[in-house]
């Protein structure tokens, strides 16, 4: 499974969900375009953010198992914790793990799902 496919999964069942919002972040692919940061890319930032009820934003990274965060992500997720926002690095190695950590995340903040 790529990364890309598991913020696919991610995001259909996000969107499947009442109550919250969710959006994808576009820099996937930001460092292989020239001109990404023209647009207001920012490399580094979480691939999704999810809009909960109570004004609480919670940021989600998909790393497919062996994958880690590069230097400027880990700078942007110290940057949100510092400022009040819940960021979570979430690793997978099957499909089916993608909704389930979701599940996990979602449930913690108080979402019925």
Known sequence: MLEREAQKIAMQFLDGITGIEAFAVPNEGSRNRKGSSFVGVKSGWPD??????????????????????????????????????????????????????ISGVLSAHGVTL
């Open 48 to 101: 999704i953010g999810v809009c909960l009820p109570d004004a609480k934003i919670i940021w989600i990274e998909n790393k497919i198992k062996g994958n880690k965060q590069q230097p400027n992500q880990i700078a942007i997720e110290a940057t949100l914790k510092k400022i009040g926002h819940h960021y979570y690095c979430l690793s997978y190695e099957h499909e089916y793990e993608v909704t389930a950590k």
